[in-house]
Every structure is written in structure tokens, then in C-alpha cells.
């Protein structure tokens, strides 16, 4: 019996991680997802204030530089 608890326990803390692990990488791609938004929430703040010529001209010194 006691053997058998601990196959039990042993399995489930195997399965705990796995899913502990696919947790963080969910939590990775969603921070980088929210960086890229951030980003084209920047983007379309300066094309609302600064108008399309000048934000061109912004995007371009910071492209090419």
C-alpha cells in the first residue's frame, strides 16, 4: 500500500511539473506578445499627437539611424 502511494504521489508530482513548465512558457510568449502591443501602442500615439510626416521622419532615424 505504501508503495502504491508513493507511485501515486511520485506521478503526480511529475505531472505538477509539466504542467508547471507549460505554465511559464504560456506566461513567456504572453510577455513578449504584450511588449510587441506596447510597441504599436507607442507607435500610434506618436502617429496621433506628431501627424504622419513627422512620424515617418521619427521611424526612419530610429530604423536606419
Known sequence: MEA??????????????ERYKRIEESFERGAKRMQRIEYMLYAIMLFTFFGKDTFMELLQAV???
Open 4 to 17: 502504491e502511494n508513493n507511485t501515486r504521489i511520485s506521478v503526480h508530482e511529475a505531472v505538477c511539473a
Open 63 to 65: 530604423v536606419i539611424k
